[in-house]
């Protein structure tokens, strides 16, 4: 062989020998930077989880390919702990994802189970599995499953439990999605059946890092729960949370709606909720994060949730002012239907600008908030509802003048407290507090530099107490 062909065959070889180095060194260099994105991971799960959960890594066993780790879960509601088993397979190849669609190149794939807690190394049943991957640039993809033994057991009827994660790291976006098709459960005080329960929450740290942004849902098609006394069945549930940034603000919203609730007090449905509250200082709020990680750090994490507040509330209250200062509460939309008939409403309050000072005086707060709210009811609505109110008062307090022994007279009750209730809308639409509209009340409801007005007429606390019998002179 020529000099040139012997020079050529020992880089090869050379080039190959580097290959096969790169190969054996690459999963010990995955590995350190995985230990280091679990760790971190842990720490900062600590951080915005506090004081409520925190996570405990029992166990971290380095190998060469692969890794062992175990991390418990510990929670200030539950007496007992759960534990994360993860088999860590370090990169840079994941040779499955050639022919499936999981990631090729990844920093590390971890195949997880979830178990009731007993330490390092015990040996107990298989709640959850899953699998994650970690790609070089920190993101993360997890997707988890109930083992079929116990979603069999809550009667999912052999479809699976799930949840999924997904983590952005250049963003610190978090995805988490679960579904619950089927839940079935009996015990001495009730029966238990929800149908169709999903989760969705994405996250997103604000602008200062210190608190997050985004958006909460969830949603069931059947709840039923109780015995047949006090069984309560509710149809079509659905929650919405958002915050979101702009120019130093913060707003927020919250809706609810349900089709139907069935319950022993009667049935109550579709019904809409929006509570809107904006206008808040990010600012303000970074500041209120940071100093409540600061007193969280140096309390005793045994501590229950009232003890805690009552240490941490009167420093954050220095805060809070500067949170609200200005802030605007909206109610867009209130309806809420009956057999009875339906409720319609919309209410906007404005706070002013508020300091440590004024917030010492909660009245003087109250009374400078402005204040705008309408609200239209049913007639049939609002007789029901009244009586409703006057009959439960007028049992309470003739039970009280006979004693325990003495004979409740239904009838009588019921006639009093039909009178009463048209006594007392006789009263309130004589003054002008309610007024009648094609078999619906209307009343507008406004507040500005402490002065009520009901339908533009100065408030009168003698007529709207329950059971007002006359108008005032």
């Known amino acids: ?73 510990h929670h200030t509601e539950m007496p007992f702990s759960l534990k994360f088993t993860h088999d860590v397979r370090h990169g840079p190849l994941n040779l499955p994802g050639l022919v499936n669609a999981e990631p090729v190149l990844m920093l590390a794939r971890l195949d997880g189970m979830l178990s009731p807690g007993e330490g390092p190394g015990g040996q107990t049943m298989v709640m959850a599995r899953g699998d994650s991957f970690v790609g070089f640039n920190g993101d993360t993809q997890s997707h988890w499953l ?39 459960m009996s015990n001495p005080q009730g029966d238990y059946r929800l149908s169709d329960l999903r989760f969705r929450l994405d996250m997103r740290p604000a602008q200062g890092g210190k608190f997050s ?93 009232q003890a805690m507040a009552a240490q941490l509330m009167p420093q954050l209250m220095g805060v809070l002012p500067e949170v609200f200062s200005q802030a605007e509460l909206r109610i867009p939309t209130l309806y809420v239907a009956t057999t009875d008939g339906a409720l319609n409403g919309k209410a906007t309050v404005v706070v002013p600008p508020l300091n440590a000072e004024a917030m010492a005086v909660p009245m003087a707060v109250l ?20 009586e409703r109110a006057l009959r439960t008062r007028l049992m309470n307090a003739r039970a009280a003048e006979l004693g325990e022994g003495g ?9 009093d407290a039909a009178s009463q209730t048209d ?12 007024q009648l509209d094609g078999g619906v009340y209307r009343a507008r409801v406004t ?7 009901v339908n533009g007429n100065p408030i009168n606390p003698t007529a709207l107490m329950p059971g007002a019998g006359a108008p005032m002179q």
């Open 146 to 184: 109930l083992e079929p033994q116990l979603a069999a057991m809550l009667g999912t009827d052999g479809q699976p439990v799930w949840a999924r994660v997904d983590y952005r790291a250049a963003g610190g976006d978090l995805s988490f999605q679960a579904q619950l098709p089927e839940l079935e």
């Open 1 to 73: 062989m020529s000099r040139a062909g012997t020079t050529i065959v020992y880089l090869v070889l050379a080039l190959l020998a580097l290959v096969l180095i790169a190969l054996l060194a690459l999963p010990v260099w995955t590995g350190v930077q995985a230990r280091t994105v679990y760790e971190q991971a842990v720490a900062d799960f600590n951080t915005q989880a506090a004081p409520m959960m925190r996570l405990e890594t029992a166990r971290y066993d380095k190998g060469w390919l692969t890794s062992r780790v175990e991390t418990l879960v």
């Open 447 to 453: 507040m500005e530099g402490g002065n009520i007005l």
């Open 213 to 305: 942004v985004g958006s909460y849902g969830m949603s069931l098609k059947y709840l039923r729960a109780g015995g047949l006394a006090d069984m309560v069945a509710v149809e079509d549930l659905r929650i919405r949370a958002r915050a979101t940034e702009r120019a130093g603000k913060v707003d927020t919203e919250m809706a609810v709606s349900f089709e139907q609730v069935d319950s022993p007090a009667g049935v109550i449905g579709p019904a809409r909720f929006i509570l809107q509250l904006n206008n808040l200082d990010a600012a303000a709020l970074e500041a209120y994060a940071e100093m409540q990680d600061e007193l969280l750090q140096g309390m005793d994490p045994m501590l229950d949730q």
């Open 423 to 434: 006594a007392q809308l006789s009263v309130l639409t004589s003054q002008g507090y309610l």
């Open 367 to 386: 009374t400078s908030l402005n204040l705008d709210a309408q609200v239209a009811i049913d007639e049939a609505m609002m007789r029901t509802e009244m």
């Open 407 to 415: 004979a409740l007279l239904r009838e009588e009750i019921d006639e």
